[in-house]
């Protein structure tokens, strides 16, 4: 039988004549039917095979129909589970509707309910895929120009990026939030003699540490509760390919020690298994914070970070490469003008030059969500300043009232020590912002927090 579209039903039903008889029903009308007697076999089934729909009976021996809910969606989130329900099982089945089934049928049932009700489910489920496939094709379009950039400083970091993609060299991709780090992880993956195999991202900081150790290395079964069945990790799944490690610098010690032994042999065992299993992986490695500082305070294993630190690439922040502004908000601009169905025929000069001026401290990312949105809001076919969000504007603004009435300092050299001339710097920038330790700190590229502290030293 083939699966590959996507209409392959179990039904689960430990009374023979509820399962012949829905099994009947689906036959004739093409659909492609396995059948199984309790909760044990249907998970069985589920593992080897293309599931797009699930029938099952509530009330069933060993496994509910519940839990088989539970463990449905732990394998596969995109499939949908239809509840069969008897006499005294429908607020139960309405419960279970809450943690993810579609709808529920009940018994006795008749052909009509069960056919519309199996379609509905199918059409929701084609709609989520659909969906799922349209966002990653959007995703693509910005990484099919691969890293977008003309600047000296972005032509240094894809010169080193290509000089390096062909080694099997660990690398680590530094800079601030949102510089870029993933785009250029996946053009040293594309450029990398493993572009026909995986590339895989974990984002470390976005998993507890509980999760962590499992996502990378995989479990058994029953090697904590709810591992129904072994599962492998990302370094099994990356084999052959690249394996993405962001935010590397928020990994828990003792993750940390593993880590380092696969990055050094290659070799790892899964949760609650004894077998050492071995995988051909190409890791980069990418971080916002310091590692060498985390080391300091003892934090990440010295021994990992020289491992990661073979090759380091820095990604300089967007303000300090203004010549990629233009050419960023222009690919943002058609990229999401198409994704809005908007004619939106360009950028105006007042608001390019707004553009340029900001300092963007979320960088790329920054830039990207703000033409996003003024493509999204704005009503004419040309993004003018009014479409840029207040803060951006009252900043440039700052900026600007700053520049033009500011006055020059004049200190003698080697006579008065660093530490008082950054205080004067900071005091006269501080007059001249009237006060607004926002905008001070904006101007002279320091968080407010290292303002307050500076200010504050004696």
């Not at 950039?149 to 080694?167: I, Y």
């Amino acid at each position: 039988m083939n699966f590959s579209d996507g209409k392959a039903i179990l039904v689960v039903d430990d009374t023979p004549g509820i399962r012949d008889a829905i099994l009947k029903i689906l036959n004739k009308e093409g659909f492609n039917v396995f059948t199984a007697g309790d909760g044990e076999q249907a998970v069985k089934i589920l593992q080897k095979n293309d599931i797009a729909l699930v029938l099952t009976d509530l009330k069933m021996p060993k496994v509910d129909g519940a839990e088989l809910l539970s463990i449905t969606k732990t394998i596969s989130p995109d499939i949908e589970v239809i509840l069969i329900t008897g006499y005294g099982t429908v607020e139960v089945a309405v419960e279970a509707m809450k943690d993810g089934a579609f709808d529920f049928i009940q018994k006795p049932f008749n052909k009509a309910v069960v056919l519309k009700t199996v379609r509905k489910a199918l059409e929701k489920r084609s709609l989520v895929l659909e969906n799922k496939i349209l966002h990653e094709k959007l995703k693509n379009i910005q990484k099919t120009g691969n890293v977008i950039g003309r600047s000296p400083a972005m032509r240094k970091v894809m010169d080193l990026a290509g000089q390096v993609a062909s080694s099997s060299a660990i690398i680590l991709i530094t800079g601030e939030s949102g510089v870029g780090k993933e785009v250029v992880a996946v053009d040293i993956h594309n450029m990398s003699q493993r572009r026909e195999n995986k590339f895989i991202k974990v984002n470390c900081a976005a998993l507890p540490e509980t999760l962590l150790e499992a996502e990378l290395f995989g479990y058994e079964k029953g090697a904590f509760t709810g591992a129904v069945s072994r599962r492998e990790g990302r370094f099994e799944l990356a084999d052959r390919g690249t394996l993405f490690l962001d935010e590397v610098g928020d990994i828990n010690p003792a993750v940390q020690v593993k880590l380092l032994r696969v990055l050094q042999s290659g070799e790892f065992e899964r949760l609650g298994g004894g077998k050492t299993v071995k995988s051909d992986v190409r890791v980069i490695a990418a971080t916002n914070a310091s590692l060498k500082k985390l080391v300091e305070t003892k934090q990440f294993r010295e021994d990992l970070y020289y491992r990661l630190n073979v090759i380091n690439i820095e990604i300089p922040p967007l303000r300090e490469r203004k010549e990629d502004i233009m050419l960023l908000a222009d690919f943002f601009l058609r990229m999401y003008s198409s994704k809005n169905d908007k004619n939106i025929e360009g950028i105006s000069k007042e608001t390019m030059d707004l553009l340029t001026k900001y300092r963007w401290p979320g960088n790329v990312r920054e830039l990207e969500n703000t033409i996003e949105r003024a493509v999204v809001l704005t009503r004419e076919t040309v993004i003018k300043p009014t479409d840029l969000p207040e803060d951006i504007l009252n900043a440039v603004k700052g900026s600007e009232d700053i520049t033009t009435s500011g006055r020059v300092l004049n200190i003698p050299v080697g006579k008065v020590p660093l530490k008082e001339i950054e205080k004067m710097v900071m005091e006269e920038t501080l007059k001249q912002a009237k006060g607004n330790k926002n905008i001070a700190s904006k101007i002279l590229g320091v968080s407010k927090r290292t303002l307050y502290r500076k200010m504050e030293d004696e």
